[in-house]
């Protein structure tokens, strides 16, 4: 039973957390391609660049300040044109899906980005990712394009599905091309 669940900025002391959560993901699913644990000095230059460059990296916590999932959002691409779209990721950990927390991550990432003026925000999720696709589906994300076979992990290919959201609402919706 998760009881109240709060949302912060995370801080150093939040890593190893954060940490354990990206490598469960990596050991048990396929939501992330990597395949090699991330080490405490990858996950540290990560969260080191996002507050460099002013991009959050937020922590649900319970009450205990346990942490029960991450979210953040960066650069889609790295040339200039690519500038106002961001992508970004969600993790919760496993014994605490299902209570809401990832979309009250995902919400926050979009309310920050919206407020930061970026204007297109990205999943690149798994395609059969369910539970994501579903989370996306609900927090107003459509479905854009899927890159057949594009990935490989535990001896299988992996098709990546692409969703986008509107950020800034006034704006008409883009049509998919
Ligand atoms: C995907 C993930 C972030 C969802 O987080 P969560 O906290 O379990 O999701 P929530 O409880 O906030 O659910 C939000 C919505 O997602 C959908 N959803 C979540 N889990 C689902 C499941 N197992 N099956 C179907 N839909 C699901 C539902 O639409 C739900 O809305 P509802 O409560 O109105 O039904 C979580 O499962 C996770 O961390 N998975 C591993 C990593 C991952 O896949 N990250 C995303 C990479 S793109």
């Given at each position: 039973m998760i009881g109240t669940v709060i949302l912060r900025a995370a801080r150093d002391g939040?890593?190893?957390?954060?940490?354990?959560?990206?490598?469960?993901?990596?050991?048990?699913?396929?939501?992330?391609?990597?395949i090699s644990p991330m080490t405490r000095d990858q996950r540290a230059a990560w969260f080191a660049d996002?507050?460099?460059?002013?991009?959050?990296?937020?922590?649900?916590?319970?009450?205990?300040?346990?942490?029960?999932?991450?979210?953040?959002?960066?650069?889609?691409?790295?040339?200039?044109?690519?500038?106002r779209t961001i992508e970004h990721s969600v993790y919760v950990a496993a014994n605490a899906r299902g209570c809401g927390i990832g979309r009250m991550l995902l919400d926050a990432l979009i309310a920050e980005a919206t407020a930061q003026g970026f204007h297109i925000m990205?999943?690149?999720?798994?395609?059969?990712?369910?539970?994501s696709i579903a989370l996306h589906?609900?927090?107003?994300?459509?479905?854009?394009?899927?890159?057949?076979?594009?990935?490989?992990?535990?001896?299988?290919?992996?098709?990546?599905?692409?969703?986008?959201?509107?950020?800034?609402?006034?704006?008409p919706e883009p049509h998919q091309p």
């Open positions: 939040d890593l190893d957390a954060i940490l354990t959560i990206t490598n469960d993901a990596i050991a048990h699913s396929d939501a992330i391609w990597a996002r507050t460099k460059a002013g991009l959050p990296v937020l922590v649900a916590t319970d009450a205990a300040e346990t942490v029960l999932g991450f979210g953040s959002y960066g650069p889609f691409r790295l040339y200039e044109g690519y500038r990205i999943g690149a999720i798994t395609a059969d990712n369910a539970p589906r609900a927090a107003g994300f459509t479905e854009s394009a899927v890159l057949p076979q594009v990935g490989q992990k535990f001896g299988r290919w992996l098709d990546l599905l692409l969703m986008y959201r509107l950020l800034d609402q006034s704006q």
